[in-house]
């Protein structure tokens, strides 16, 4: 397994269209990976590590959207996480609510919003979701407007039969580090890939949808991607997800 996870990642360039970047979902499902994580945490760097190198396995081996969401409930113990959120504890405590879980923890893995441990767990459940027909197309556009984000999102398929649908939009960052002077990892250099920088509200799913995001000037404007997540309303169960890297926009 570890010798699969060090694959040389292929490079895959999305379409341009003008000054947009224009990519589309394919005919099966993108696993969505969540790992919730702190910066406070002793037991998290193994599980970063791990999805560091999920993130490196070609597309055509295992297509996943890794995200790296960074919970506040460690930050009282001495390190306060700098990529942490209220939101994305709410998050976990919504998915772990959904898995009928009496308590949420860190490292915590997510694979379609169903509770993974282990690694072989993750990739088999990774695996399965690759191998569903997806049940709508996405077609994500991501423009720049001055320091604002402009994603348009396509969304074909027969609603009728699938029922409302949520939306959201992330933005994630990569190639971060952090020298943790206090807590449980102090003293220690901590690296992360994929970590969530912003997550819109939930909204319904329409044919055609419109969002802009305003570029924080702390991202890195060279490790920035963006992410679509379609799922049933409460993340019950998990659609399609479509992401891109966004560097060529950032970086005008």
């Known amino acids: 397994m570890l010798r699969a996870l060090l694959i040389a990642s292929l490079l895959i360039s999305p379409a341009l269209a003008g000054d947009s970047i224009v990519v589309s979902s394919g005919d099966k499902q993108t696993a969505v990976v969540e790992l919730y994580t702190s910066e406070g945490c002793s037991s998290c760097p193994p599980a970063d590590r791990w999805l560091s190198r999920l993130v490196e396995i070609p597309k055509d081996d295992l297509d996943v959207l890794a995200l790296a969401f960074h919970v506040d409930y460690w930050d009282y113990l001495g390190w306060k996480d700098r990529f942490a959120s209220a939101d994305y504890t709410?998050?976990?405590r919504e998915l772990g609510a959904n898995n009928q879980q009496r308590t949420i923890y860190t490292p915590e893995f997510?694979?379609?919003?169903?509770e993974a441990r282990g690694s072989n767990n993750i990739l088999d459940k990774i695996r399965h979701a690759n191998a569903q027909r997806a049940p709508l197309a996405l077609q994500l556009s991501v423009s720049r407007e001055q320091a604002s984000l402009v994603?348009?999102?396509h969304s074909a398929g027969e609603r009728e039969t699938i029922g409302q649908l949520h939306l959201r939009y992330l933005v994630y960052e990569n190639n971060l580090s952090t020298d943790v002077k206090r807590g449980?990892?102090?003293g220690e250099t901590l690296k992360h890939q994929q970590v969530v920088r912003y997550m819109s509200p939930a909204s319904n799913l329409q044919v055609n949808n419109r969002y802009r995001i305003a570029i924080d000037p702390a991202w890195n404007p060279k490790q920035v991607g963006v992410a679509v997540l379609?799922?049933?309303?409460g993340s019950r169960h998990y659609l399609q997800a479509l992401h891109t890297p966004v560097a060529s926009l950032m970086t005008q």
Not at 110 to 114: K, P
Not at 230 to 233: E, F, G, I, K, N
């Open 110 to 114: 997510f694979v379609n919003g169903l």
């Open 151 to 153: 994603i348009e999102l």
């Open 230 to 233: 379609v799922t049933s309303p």
């Open 184 to 186: 449980e990892n102090s």
């Open 90 to 92: 709410s998050r976990q």
